[in-house]
């Protein structure tokens, strides 16, 4: 009677209540509590392996915890699988989108739940499935096409058709589980606006999210996680960003990161009218020419889409250029393959760690040596694999890097949260020295202590004298590391300058395609 009663004076549409959950060498959840009141956005913050998604995915069904009870508007439920969170009324939204890339936003969205636009004879009845989710669609100010083929939509088209498919199947509590990771800022925009309509409809939200601005934006209430436990819960609105980090890290965390002056010595890197087709033979990458000089950071700031994914695959050697040069030190490496780059000095942190970066069936220690394993000291006698030594460096590193790897060198990197897999290939690439890293998102996924921490190593490499080429989408990362800044457009260089002689908004105007010639020192 007395917890009755407590329930409805609290309205809670969630509580977790003592929820455990073990792995082989790691505690994910010590005795975890949360509690969801009804059409709240409640954020969830925490470090890199926290325990966020863990909790997260209990309460979808993806795992099932090994001690605690779950609650669902005061009654206590057991989700054994993703289907009985469905029937509660339970939609998540992945980090990781698990969409089919060749078929239609229609098709994706009714996957798995087909029986609900079965039409006469037991056949699919595409076209009232494309129906009702248009008028999904156009409720929530989502503004996407059904019929649409997922690998012809941006990545943000692509996080509203899995917020479309919980929709699709009537969710009332809705997980987003670090939605802005792969969004440019524009997007997260967008995201934010679609969040606030989602609860004045009357949806409860839960938030997990590294991004303290996010937080403040949307959220009501905050829990914060630190290494499997629960530290506290807030009321947003009475708490500062500066707060709120050092709950979740327990210290505090400095936002803004001093950098030495310019050093720059002599011209590293050079790329000469480069041209690069994408994957459907299109020119994504139009007669681009940039320098990069020892002991700078080269930053390029522009909306996902415009060329940079191609710019890197072309610098790093996984795709051939249609024209122009590729300088290293003067000595033209335009038609090297990747490992003879990588011997050269290239280093290269992906923006896709999963894809490009990792193997995620390896080891710590066999992803540290990934890029060279056939040499001294991971290779003896030419063909035998030292892993004693693989197994040092990759402890020497976790450590270094503080990745929260619960087995050690040996943990499964494909095991381990997005962050500290992201840890391990900065750690790899920094490790392996070189006179050029190129780098895309580095920071993405990441706390906010693991970000100051990690720009601070990226300083650290370019104080060495080390010719960095940075690109990412957090413009607030771009203004706060790079020495020069170039915009890019459809492919091309828009403008190059100086840091401290642009804004954030000259920037986003440039972002969007307008020409400047102002453009600084670009040479």
């Given at each position: 009677m007395l917890y009755m009663e407590h329930y409805m004076a609290e309205n809670f549409a969630i509580e977790m209540i003592d929820i455990t959950k073990t792995f082989p060498g790691v505690i994910a959840n010590d005795h975890v509590t949360l509690h969801v009141k009804e059409n709240e956005v409640l954020a969830l913050l925490g470090e890199n392996g926290a325990g966020k998604s863990t909790l997260?995915?209990?309460?979808?069904?993806?795992?099932?915890?090994?001690?605690?009870?779950?609650?669902?508007?005061?009654?206590?439920?057991?989700?054994?699988?993703?289907?009985?969170?469905?029937?509660?009324?339970?939609?998540?939204?992945?980090?990781?989108?698990?969409?089919?890339?060749?078929?239609?936003?229609?098709?994706?969205?009714?996957?798995?739940?087909?029986?609900s636009c079965l039409g006469r004879f037991g056949m699919l009845d595409l076209k009232s499935a494309e129906k009702k989710i248009s008028e999904l669609s156009n409720t929530y100010g989502l503004q996407v096409n059904p019929s649409d083929i997922i690998e012809d939509i941006t990545v943000g088209m692509q996080q509203r058709v899995e917020i479309l498919k919980v929709l699709y199947r009537n969710a009332d509590i809705i997980i987003f589980d670090e939605p802005t990771a792969v969004l440019t800022p524009q997007e997260i925009d967008e995201l934010m606006d679609i969040i606030r309509l989602l609860k004045s409809t009357g949806k409860t939200i839960i938030l997990i999210t590294h991004k303290l601005k996010e937080i403040k934006a949307v959220a009501d209430r905050c829990t914060v996680l630190r290494r499997g436990k629960t530290i506290d819960t807030v009321n947003v609105a009475d708490v500062t960003?500066?707060?709120?980090?050092?709950?979740?890290?327990?210290?505090?965390v400095k936002f803004e990161i001093e950098k030495n002056p310019l050093h720059a010595g002599k011209e590293v890197l050079r790329l000469e009218n480069i041209c690069i087709k994408n994957t459907k033979g299109r020119l994504a990458v139009d007669n681009l020419s940039l320098n990069v000089r020892a002991g700078e950071i080269l930053g390029i700031a522009g909306v996902d889409g415009n060329g940079q994914s191609e710019l890197l695959y072309g610098i790093s050697g996984m795709v051939p250029l249609e024209s122009g040069r590729i300088l290293l030190n003067g000595e033209d490496i335009s038609k090297l393959s990747v490992r003879a780059r990588t011997q050269k000095g290239i280093g290269h942190i992906p923006e896709d760690r999963q894809k490009h970066g990792l193997v995620g069936a390896f080891t710590v220690a066999q992803n540290v040596a990934l890029k060279n394993y056939y040499?001294?000291?991971?290779?003896?006698?030419?063909?035998?694999?030292?892993?004693?030594?693989?197994?040092?460096?990759?402890?020497?590193?976790?450590?270094?890097?503080?990745?929260?790897?619960?087995?050690?060198?040996?943990?499964?990197?494909?095991?381990?949260?997005?962050?500290?897999?992201?840890?391990?290939?900065?750690a790899r690439e920094i490790d392996m020295g070189g006179d050029v890293i190129v780098i895309a998102q580095p920071?993405?996924?990441?706390?906010?202590g693991a970000i100051e921490y990690i720009r601070r190593r990226i300083l650290a490499e370019r104080d060495k004298g080390r010719a960095i080429l940075l690109i990412s989408f957090e413009l607030d990362e771009i203004m706060n590391l790079c020495d020069r800044i170039a915009t890019i457009s459809k492919g091309q260089i828009v403008g190059v300058f100086n840091a401290g002689e642009v804004t954030e908004s000259q920037i986003g105007f440039m972002m969007a395609g307008s020409k400047n010639t102002s453009t600084g020192e670009s040479e």
């Open positions: 997260m995915s209990i309460l979808f069904g993806s795992y099932n915890p090994d001690f605690g009870k779950i609650i669902i508007r005061g009654k206590e439920v057991k989700i054994k699988d993703p289907n009985d969170a469905t029937a509660l009324g339970i939609g998540m939204v992945h980090q990781h989108f698990k969409l089919i890339h060749n078929y239609t936003v229609t098709e994706n969205i009714i996957l798995g739940n087909e029986k960003e500066e707060q709120l980090a050092e709950l979740m890290v327990g210290r505090a040499a001294s000291p991971y290779t003896v006698h030419k063909c035998i694999l030292n892993e004693s030594e693989m197994k040092r460096k990759a402890t020497a590193l976790i450590k270094d890097f503080d990745i929260r790897a619960g087995e050690g060198a040996q943990t499964i990197a494909g095991s381990m949260s997005g962050g500290n897999q992201q840890k391990v290939i900065i920071t993405r996924g990441l706390d906010v």
